[in-house]
T-cell receptor, first 114, second 115 residues
Framework: DQQVKQNSPSLSVQEGRISILNCDYTNSMFDYFLWYKKYPAEGPTFLIS?????DKNEDGRFTVFLNKSAKHLSLHIVPSQPGDSAVYFC?????????????FGEGTQLTVNP | GAGVSQSPSNKVTEKGKDVELRCDPISGHTALYWYRQRLGQGLEFLIY????????KSGLPSDRFSAERTGESVSTLTIQRTQQEDSAVYLC?????????????FGAGSRLTVL
């Protein structure tokens, strides 16, 4: 039962353009969502988060959008840079029932071409 | 230390052997998590420790898997009688509190290969 899904295993964009990574979830108890970035041979690193009471959170080049009715969130990176090339994981938590335990998606490999 | 340390970084073992993986969390972090990532898949929750509370073991895939944590420090994940499907990167993470909107900080992982 995959509660968090990232349907695109890979995405390729040109430097300077926008990267849009998508994530869908099924558990209506999820109330906090995060994006992590992972480089090869390293652990995932936290990128940006959003609470279910918001629909948008922005941090520099990174913006996360949440559509609760559609159970969908997306990460926008603009402008994309070659150093952004990594695997991006969407994660969610249901704080009331599971505390800070995170459920992760399968990841999307982003490649930003110079 | 400044980050979450895991050892060994790589482990190759024969099917049927036991392995032990170690995690040293960030000092002062009360919560500690183990996840694993099989090839081409997402991160799969294994177990969660929070202070002196009973651990949440709901993600352990079989009774061959166990984990311990001494107080709020080092944790070891033990896999007995390893099988080829245990091959994965085992990731440890810690956070400063168990509940709420805290962020998990991950180690670099221990890559386990079972031949």
């Amino acid at each position: 039962d995959q509660q968090v899904k990232q349907n695109s295993p890979s995405l390729s964009v040109q430097e300077g353009r926008i990267s849009i990574l998508n994530c869908d979830y099924t558990n209506s108890m999820f109330d906090y969502f995060l994006w992590y970035k992972k480089y090869p041979a390293e652990g995932p690193t936290f990128l940006i988060s959003i609470s279910s009471i918001k629909d948008k959170n922005e941090d520099g080049r990174f913006t996360v959008f949440l559509n609760k009715s559609a159970k969908h969130l997306s990460l926008h990176i603009v402008p994309s840079q070659p150093g952004d090339s990594a695997v991006y994981f969407c994660a969610a938590s249901a704080r009331e029932t599971s505390g800070s335990r995170l459920t992760f998606g399968e990841g999307t490999q982003l490649t930003v071409n110079p | 230390g400044a980050g979450v340390s895991q050892s060994p970084s790589n482990k190759v073992t024969e099917k049927g052997k036991d392995v032990e993986l170690r995690c040293d969390p960030i000092s002062g972090h009360t919560a500690l998590y183990w996840y694993r990532q099989r090839l081409g898949q997402g991160l799969e929750f294994l177990i969660y420790f929070q202070g002196n509370s009973a651990p949440d073991k709901s993600g352990l895939p079989s009774d061959r898997f166990s984990a311990e944590r001494t107080g709020e420090s080092v944790s070891t994940l033990t896999i007995q009688r390893t099988q080829q499907e245990d091959s994965a990167v085992y990731l440890c993470a810690s956070s400063s509190q168990g509940g709420g909107a805290n962020v998990l900080t991950f180690g670099a992982g221990s890559r386990l290969t079972v031949l």
